[in-house]
Nanobody, 127 residues
Framework: QVQLVESGGGLVQAGGSLRLSCAASGRTFSTYAMGWFRQAPGKEREFVAAISWSVRRTYYADSVKGRFTISRDNAKNTVYLQMNSLKPEDTAVYYC????????????????????WGQGTQVTVSS
């Protein structure tokens, strides 16, 4: 069982940066793949980035590749999303998610593949 709490959202101008954090509780955090998703008003929740639990393989949506970086610190039970060169279209509620189903090297890109979710943090990028 894993509980997730996101933080770090806020209002930033286009071109700026934010770093989101997701603190996890639970002994088995280090064996869970972690993902970040986002949901803008009136839109479906979409995949942003994911990281495996062992070899720290990462995967990004094309819309954020080269601008966002996902990382994790298993000793601190925390996963991060560094967001640079932010654009107004990045405005959304950002959620972190966790699931143990892929073993040490895999991850998912669909929301239905993750069983544990945080409450979300709002990111607003002004033009």
């Amino acid at each position: 069982q894993v509980q997730l709490v996101e933080s770090g959202g806020g209002l930033v101008q286009a071109g700026g940066s934010l770093r989101l954090s997701c603190a996890a509780s639970g002994r088995t955090f280090s064996t869970y793949a972690m993902g970040w998703f986002r949901q803008a008003p009136g839109k479906e929740r979409e995949f942003v980035a994911a990281i495996s639990w062992s070899v720290r393989r990462t995967y990004y949506a094309d819309s954020v590749k080269g601008r966002f970086t996902i990382s994790r610190d298993n000793a601190k039970n925390t996963v991060y999303l560094q967001m640079n060169s932010l654009k107004p279209e990045d405005t959304a509620v950002y959620y972190c998610a966790a699931d143990p189903r892929w073993g040490s090297t895999g991850w998912g890109t669909r929301a239905a593949e993750y069983g544990y979710w945080g409450q979300g943090t709002q990111v607003t990028v002004s033009s």
